[in-house]
């Protein structure tokens, strides 16, 4: 039951990288690599300023800040200085990773007894109810896992919200569509790189977030706790692509958090049943082939079944 | 109010590839006019287009816009004054987006965009009427998404957006040119129409003799980037078909004479 609270949990927080990726990979069609720096630099950022006591909200907003400027400089190397859209990503993730450790001074920051956000859900969960644990089904559950889900929860669904919202104002419309067909953007006044950069910035800003929050989950920041996120990212919005079925923005969304959700569950469930840690990486690479392929298959097989009910009516399918 | 002033445009200077597109050619378009330009390939005629909308700048000459020089203006700030139909039916309109969101961002060309919700209620109704007047049907399929649509009537849906308001300036870019016939003269119908009503200043290129002689009341016909013959009023109206066939071929003899008399001329004396 734990392992299964942690992952949704997780999952949950991991959500808003994916919905980070779904804007940068969906609508820009950029497969953008600066999340591997920007997801730590959420974090970095967060944990030092939560070790120095400042208040672990005006901390993560820090953190969502910090992406912010990181996406910002994708995005202006890109539109600006015409760099490929990998190349841009790869330059600014590899100068994060400096940066990061000069933000925190070495290569991990410990917050666990800090004031965070993690921890003051769990007290006031625990003082609101006035117990220790619960039991649920026959299993007990911590106030620290119940807490940190509740939170998970609320702020996944107050920024998927937020997201949505500012994707169906004008702003939000002009960006969706400079990633479907720039030149038409242009001819209607449409500044196509600011739109990009724009883009790139909400993108990286949503990732750190991600970061700085799950930095607070698990009790410290890390350097190296960025590496393979974009591949984790890409991989969420191709599982919830192939779950939701709809390229309709609100299904879009949803889908993406199902998937990071779906896709912590998975790999939990393998580590659980004995899968060596060693091959994390191999599964994660069958789930999302999985996941591309399996969508084509099965239209194809619909496709071939109802053919077969109409005989005549393109058998040489 | 809107005019070219010698405007030179060479593409791969100085390579083995250099091609001269347009060489000094200036032009000068009347408010309320339309004005045909009629050119075969290589004539410049797409280029011409492409440097008043401003996809690049000329490398000399300026372009003029009710006095202002915009020469260095990128596209996006001319757009706002601009409305432009592409050749490709694909370019005009945002495929994964719907047909209501497109306008939505059309009925915006040229305005500050902002957090305000992108199809409200009153723009909603707008679309609906203005979209059912285009006859098509498509006043039912503004969910739809546009790449579910057909090339003639993205088009339709490419010249509505582009009129949306009504813009200093009309480019319509061989617009018909990817349409079956019938879509091709039902667009000519509704692009008619459009500019009648709004009583918009129009350039239009076409490869097209036929359009060239029944629309407009200006005819420009380009020959190496530089214009080979222009036709107003009255003397537009009095253009014939045949006539037209017959400057083309004299323009091409002319070039085959040049080569050949080149190649008399090194025979003589080299």
Known sequence: MNLLLGSLTIGFFLSLLALGVYLSFRVYHFADITADGSFPLGAAVAGVMIAAGIHPGLATLAGFGA?????????????????????????????????????????????????????????????????????????????????????ALALVAACAACLYLFLRTSLGTAMRATGNNAAMVRALGINSSAMITLGLTVSNGLIALSGALMAQYQGFADVQMGIGMIVWGLASVIIGEALVGSNRLGLALAGAIMGSILFRLLVAIALRWGLHPNNLKLITAVFVFAALVLPLAAAKLRKECAARRAPGAGAAG | ?????????????????????????????????????????????????????????????????????????????????????????????????????????????????????????????????????????LEDRLEAQVGTLSGGQRQALTLLMATWQKPRLLLLDEHTAALDPKSSDRLILMTRRIIEREQLTVLMVTHSMQQAIR????????????????????????????????MFDELRRGDQLDASAAEMIRELYV
């Open chain 1, 67 to 151: 992406g912010l400027a990181a996406g910002f400089v994708t995005g202006t190397i890109h539109t600006r200085f015409r760099v490929h859209p990998l190349l841009s990503g790869i330059l600014v993730m590899t100068a994060l990773y400096s940066i990061n450790l000069h933000i925190m001074g070495r290569s991990n920051v410990p917050i666990m007894g800090s004031f965070t956000l993690v921890n003051s859900a769990e007290q006031a969960l625990a003082r609101a109810s006035g117990r220790q644990e619960y039991f649920f089904m026959g299993w007990e559950i911590g106030m620290r896992d119940l807490a940190a889900l509740g939170l």
């Open chain 2, 215 to 246: 629309l407009g009341d200006r005819l420009i016909m380009l020959h190496r980037g530089e214009i080979a013959s222009d036709f107003q009023g009255a003397d537009k109206r009095r253009l014939q078909a045949d006539e037209l066939l017959g």
């Open chain 2, 1 to 137: 109010m809107f005019e070219l002033k010698s405007v030179t445009k060479i593409f791969n200077a100085g390579t083995q590839e250099e091609f001269r597109a347009l060489n000094g050619v200036s032009l000068s378009i009347a408010e309320g006019s339309f004005t045909v330009i009629l050119g075969g390939n290589g004539s410049g005629k797409s280029t011409l287009l492409n440097l008043v909308a401003g996809a690049f700048f000329p490398d000399s000459g300026r372009v003029i816009m009710d006095g202002n020089d915009i020469t260095r203006w990128p596209e996006h700030r001319r757009a706002a004054h601009i409305g432009r139909v592409f050749q490709n039916p694909f370019t005009g309109t945002a495929p994964d987006m719907t047909v209501s969101e497109n306008f939505a961002l059309a009925a915006r060309r040229g305005r500050k965009l902002g957090f305000g919700l992108a199809l409200s209620r009153a723009l909603r109704e707008q679309i609906r009427s203005r979209v059912s007047e285009l006859g098509l049907g």
